[in-house]
């Protein structure tokens, strides 16, 4: 192995220890079937002259990094790819990231779903690469935090918009990604066809856990000076403001009637510290219940069990996301026909 193949994987042996030491950031960055898709087969081979991974002008001098990939058939939605909490778009591109968890089968998310669709993510500022040291991301410009998911969606809005990344989509959101899907869907329910929520935070989660709660966001959103990870100590870090989110997300419009996938974790969350008072299996409890808000949105709504998988799903098993994320294409194609 020459020099620059052992730097290689003592940084991501580092990235992987960072990653335990702090289970939230584990869960999004482990970097590391469901039932068969029906309806026809897509066979159209990507364009690759469509693929970009650039950054976008959003005025005010910011920038917002955002990667698209392979074409869609005609009348097929545009998969958009929606980190969660502090995670870059890497959670959804990195090949090499899955060989931190062995359960990983197939490509990355993006990669995988760009062989028959448009699929694209993007980095929102604050959030962490999957390299060595998990630093935070450069690609897209820092801004003042905290903010809100009303913020974050306003944001995605605007880059779509910029990058004129076409509609209708169909949005997969992990953990705090779910919940910017869902308020996005009922803020511009004209332009979404339907949601996968993969492990997504529910607003109904205050509820499960009860007197709890406070305990559960202070282990979500520590100070920064006590953070786990080093990179989230900075100003920068992304910092989202949990309590005033989930108040918008009741308050919005309801969602309307769309094809929806829910995928939920089966494994207990690993947390080498814990405030006093709360425990592992009292979060795992309260988090894999307020998942019955997702599937009672929409009749029909699948909830699949990820057997094996922690909060990541994403990464220990892509290939259950692109299933899951076709089927709802597939659904959603059915509907526009249907509907001509």
Not at 163 to 190: D, E, F, M
Not at 323 to 332: E, G, H
Request: neutral net charge; charged residues 20%.
């Amino acid at each position: 192995m020459d020099k620059v193949a052992r730097m290689l994987v003592a940084g991501r042996r580092r990235y992987a220890r960072a990653a335990k030491d702090f289970p939230l950031a584990h869960a999004l960055f482990a970097l590391a079937t469901f039932v068969a898709v029906c309806g026809k087969v897509l066979a159209e081979t990507p364009d690759t002259k469509l693929d970009f991974a650039r950054q976008f002008d959003m005025g005010a001098g910011r920038k917002l990094f955002l990667e698209c990939r392979g074409a869609a058939p005609a009348g097929y939605p545009t998969v958009v790819l929606i980190s969660g909490y502090y995670g870059s778009s890497d959670t959804w591109t990195e090949r090499e990231a899955l060989e931190l968890s062995p359960l990983a089968v197939g490509p990355a998310v993006l990669p995988g779903l760009a062989r028959e669709n448009r699929v694209c993510a993007y980095d929102r500022p604050g959030t962490l690469r999957a390299m060595a040291d998990a630093p935070l991301t450069d690609r897209s410009t820092p801004v003042a935090q905290p903010r809100t998911v009303r913020d974050l969606v306003s944001e995605l809005h605007g880059l779509l918009s910029a990058a004129q990344v076409p509609t209708p989509y169909v949005l997969v959101g992990h953990s705090l990604g779910g919940l910017i899907a869902l308020l996005y869907a009922r803020t511009y329910s004209s332009d979404v066809r339907g949601i996968v929520f993969v492990d997504a935070l529910s607003p109904t989660l205050p509820i499960q856990l009860g007197a709890l709660w406070p305990l559960y966001l202070r282990l979500l959103t520590p100070p920064l000076q006590d953070h786990p990870v080093p990179s989230l100590r900075k100003p920068e870090s992304e910092r989202v403001d949990i309590d005033a989110s989930i108040d918008q997300v009741r308050q919005a419009l309801p969602l309307p009637p769309m094809p929806l996938a829910v995928l939920t974790r089966s494994e207990p969350t690993q947390f080498p510290s814990l405030p006093a008072g709360i425990t592992g299996a009292a979060i795992d409890t309260a988090f894999v219940n307020a998942q019955r808000y997702f599937v009672e949105l929409v009749r029909t709504t699948p909830q699949v069990f990820a057997t094996g998988s922690g909060h990541n799903i994403q990464e220990s098993q892509p290939d259950l996301v692109i299933n899951a994320t076709r089927l709802v294409i597939s659904r959603a194609a059915a509907d526009s026909t249907n509907n001509r």
